[in-house]
Structures are given as structure tokens and as C-alpha cells.
Nanobody, 123 residues
Framework: QVQLQESGPGLVKPSQTLSLTCTVSGASITTSYYYWSWIRQPPGKDMEWMGAIGYDGVRYYNPSLERHTSISRDTSKNQFSLMLNSVTPEDTAVYFC???????????????WGKGTLVTVSS
């Protein structure tokens, strides 16, 4: 059974870069035809799909976040990562990583989720 675990700092200062890593066990991130996503939920708001990296390394981004977001992977460690630059307090959220097979509806297409990690943007 696949397991996903988010890790990274819980506090980031405004204008800095938020960096998170998702460590995957029980499955390879290169296995066809899975997509590995980042999702966030700000306090009191809906879930927001941020982007994904496919089994083949192709990246997909939410157009509203693409300018500030970068997703990468390390296949030797079976990890994928999120970088969100120039953060503001509005980027405070619980960040999740997830696995799915369908990016047509990226949130509904997720079958497996990490537990999430709270990141607060504050000086």
C-alpha cells in the first residue's frame, strides 16, 4: 500500500521560498500512469490543487500558481518536491501530497493522500 509523507519547515517568512518534500513508500514514482500532486488548504478555505509531476517527469501546474510554483522529483530517493517562491501570509495552509491517475479533475482524481503539513507564513 502506498504511503506519502510530507516534510519541510512549518514556518516561512514572507518573500522567502517555501520548500516541501513528499517521500513515497510502497510504490515507485516512475510507475505508469500515476501523477504525483501537491494540494493545499488555507484556513477556512477550499482545497486547491497546485500542480503535479507525472510518472514520466512531465510537470503540470495550476495556471493561477504557475508563476510561483516549481515541482521536481528525485527518483533515486522516490521523492517529489514543491517550491513556492515569494510567499505571503496568504500562502499559509496545510499542504498535502497525493497520488492519482487522472488530471482531468485533479482533486477528484487523487486516490492516495499524505496526512498534510501546516506551513505558516509569518515574520
Amino acid at each position: 500500500q502506498v504511503q506519502l509523507q510530507e516534510s519541510g519547515p512549518g514556518l516561512v517568512k514572507p518573500s522567502q521560498t517555501l520548500s516541501l518534500t513528499c517521500t513515497v513508500s510502497g510504490a515507485s514514482i516512475t510507475t505508469s500512469y500515476y501523477y504525483w500532486s501537491w494540494i493545499r488548504q488555507p484556513p477556512g478555505k477550499d482545497m486547491e490543487w497546485m500542480g503535479a509531476i507525472g510518472y514520466d517527469g512531465v510537470r503540470y501546474y495550476n495556471p493561477s500558481l504557475e508563476r510561483h510554483t516549481s515541482i521536481s522529483r528525485d527518483t533515486s530517493k522516490n521523492q517529489f518536491s514543491l517550491m513556492l517562491n515569494s510567499v505571503t501570509p496568504e500562502d499559509t495552509a496545510v499542504y498535502f501530497c497525493g497520488r492519482g491517475v487522472d488530471l482531468t479533475d485533479p482533486l477528484k482524481g487523487l486516490n492516495d493522500w499524505g496526512k498534510g503539513t501546516l506551513v505558516t507564513v509569518s515574520s
